[in-house]
């Protein structure tokens, strides 16, 4: 008798994701996803522009999901089928269009069972999105920024045990290049270095003056634990984050949680249309 149950004594996580794969592939028709997309605050709108989607499964039917809490995320899983140009076969996307953040509680499994979850249904790559403050007063809310490493500050790892693993090269130079060049389209990317935090309360002034020092220019509480966990699992991981507010301090005015919202949905359009194009040419190119 196996559990799907992640916190039960003796869960196997990546077993948990194998049979949640076998759910997603009963439940979409597809028997493999090449790429994964986890879709956070400002970029759940992008969805549509990635493809047609085929099927949508909602995370409560998946062994080891739990349902969505964080503002603006909708827990269900949608298998898109993405024109590629040059491929004459069925290529499926599996977009996530919620996470689970470290801050609900309930340990690192949840919050990485997604990465696990997309790597047992045949992806090699995976599309790490998130919406985050900016420390950089000069790139305004709205603007898409390229991950180009990150400093991990939740104290905590998804691996546990003796794992130890390359975090070299995390955010993958490869498909930060492709990223780039389906950006001439769009006005230019930038690059940045991700904090994350463990939130939920956003950070004081102090904290992002200390976050800049160390190296950081973004800062949020979600997507260097599932990077880590996506390296582990093997899969090859591209980063982009939607500056929806400037970080505590950076700005004149407190944050507003809503505002966050708001400009995340302003950007959807533009910001879908990118990420549409780095989809396709990722998976042109293998
Ligand atoms: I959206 O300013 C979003 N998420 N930690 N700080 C942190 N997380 C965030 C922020 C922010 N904005």
Redesign the pocket.
Known sequence: MTTSDLSAPGADPSAIAAEAAAVLAERTGAARHEVALVLG?GWQVTADLVGETVAEVPVTDLPGFVAAAALGHVGVVRSVRVDVPGRDEEVRALVFASRTHLYEGRGVRPVVHAVRTAAAAGARTLVLTN???GLDPDTPPGTPVLISDHINLTATSPLEGATFVDLTDLYSSRLRALAHEAAQAHGGLGEGVYVQ?R?PH??TPAEVTMAGRLGGDL???STALEAIAARHAGLEVLGLSLV??L??GVSPTP?DPQE?VDAGRAAGPRIGALLADVVRRVLAER
């Open positions: 605050s919406g985050c403050g935090f939130g956003y950070e800062v949020g509480m929806t507010n970080a505590a944050l966050v």
